[in-house]
């Protein structure tokens, strides 16, 4: 192999003698122009960054201006203004500009409108006088207006962004149809952050119905706004839960029991059932007491078995009692129930009332009714009636 090498190199010089300087110098030339060609064919890709450079700059811009203009004039962090700048597009700050200073003309504070903006920023780029402004009117012209609205539209930024014929006016009028007068159209918008007005003609048309009275309804409206919104689906399955419990929907207690279901969850559900197995309930026993007091289940486990504690171990009574009475279980532990039950107790022990008196009766009556029966007149054989009534002092 190396003989053959040198013989081929050997087979080249002449040829390099004969051309002498000139074939090195084209050599030369030659390679030169290799360099160029390698060179110019990077340049494209060169020129194509040269190219596209103003456009990513031009996107940074507009993106450094979208983040600084929501951080001055929408009061947002840096940290959220970066993040709703993905979500609008906007090259100069006219509209939004507009958008602003019609909220704040409407009562909008600095807070509302930061919150309002993070939660909805496309309300930046809505027209004025088209979209915004006749829903902002109709507002003012029901009672809604300054905090008030502010506070609703924030939580449910619907009340600016769907149509306000094809939406809000015929919500509007099937709450009227319900509430009667405007200041209680107002005020359920205001109780209800998240309302989803859109369920709501569904699930009043559904209690209608039933047979549901219109006072009926408008105590569900008024009071357990959220629960007329619910999810139709969820709300028909605990209308249906209610019926199977024996409540008519004519009823008020109606209202109340469909509240009570639809507030506590599944598993919130059968958590409290076993709490109540604990305290010696049996499901008939739930049952009773839920027909005739569904409040019973708003209370925490603690404050339910407290309350059975004083009524069971304390005072004596079966747990069916209570199930029976279950109104009893509404009374303050701390202020009522235990300070009534101690002064009972001190009278049994001393003889001066022969028999447990009925719970309902010992907590339902007045404080006059109750000092008048129970402590007044035993006062001067037991001194320390007053104090244990007061909470001063326990027997229990």
């Not at 509240?259 to 559900?269: D, R």
């Not at 309930?281 to 019973?296: H, I, L, Q, T, V």
């Amino acid at each position: 192999m190396f003989v053959f090498c040198s013989k081929r190199l050997q087979s080249l010089v002449p040829i390099c003698k004969i051309v002498g300087d000139s074939e090195i110098g084209l050599c030369v030339i030659q390679s030169s122009q290799l360099s160029q060609k390698s060179f110019s064919s990077s340049t494209p890709s060169s020129l194509a960054a040269e190219k596209y450079e103003p456009q990513e700059q031009k996107q940074e811009q507009d993106h450094s201006f979208k983040v600084s203009y929501l951080i001055k004039s929408c009061g947002l962090t840096p940290k959220v203004a970066a993040s709703v700048s993905q979500r609008i597009n906007f090259e100069t700050p006219e509209r939004p500009d507009l958008v602003l200073g019609l909220l704040r003309d409407h009562g909008f504070t600095d807070t509302y409108i930061s919150k309002l903006v993070k939660a909805c920023p496309s309300l930046l780029l809505a027209n004025v006088e088209k979209t915004l402004l006749p829903k902002l009117d109709f507002y003012r012209s029901i009672g809604l207006s300054g905090a008030d609205l502010a506070r609703v539209v924030v939580w449910n930024s619907c009340l600016l962004t769907r149509s306000l014929e094809k939406f809000i006016i015929p919500c509007y009028d099937i709450l009227k149809s319900v509430l009667i007068h405007d200041e209680k159209v107002a005020k359920f918008f205001v109780r209800s952050s998240r309302i989803v007005l859109d369920r709501f003609a569904s699930n009043i048309s559904m209690l209608r119905a039933l047979g549901m009275s219109e006072s009926s309804i408008s105590v569900l409206v008024t009071c357990h706004p959220n629960v007329a919104c619910l999810k139709t689906s969820k709300f028909e399955k605990d209308v249906e839960k209610v019926i199977s419990m024996g409540f008519n929907p004519s009823k008020m207690i109606f209202i109340i029991a469909l509240h009570m279901i639809s507030s506590v969850g599944e598993s919130s559900w059968a958590h409290k059932m076993e709490i109540y197995k604990k305290c010696g309930w049996m499901e008939d026993d739930f049952m009773s007491a839920f027909r005739k007091d569904p409040c019973f289940m708003g209370l925490s486990k603690k404050n339910f078995m407290g309350k059975m504690d004083v009524f069971v171990n304390k005072m004596g009574l079966q747990p069916a009692d209570v199930a029976r009475v279950p109104i009893i279980l509404r009374y303050n532990l701390e202020k009522r129930i235990i300070p009534r039950c101690s002064v009972i107790k001190v009278l049994l022990s001393k003889g001066l009332v022969k028999e447990t008196p009925a719970m309902s009766t010992v907590l339902i009556q007045s404080d006059k009714a109750f000092l008048n029966r129970f402590v007044t007149k035993y006062q001067e054989t037991v001194p320390l009636l007053l104090d244990i009534f007061h909470g001063k002092s326990s027997s229990l």
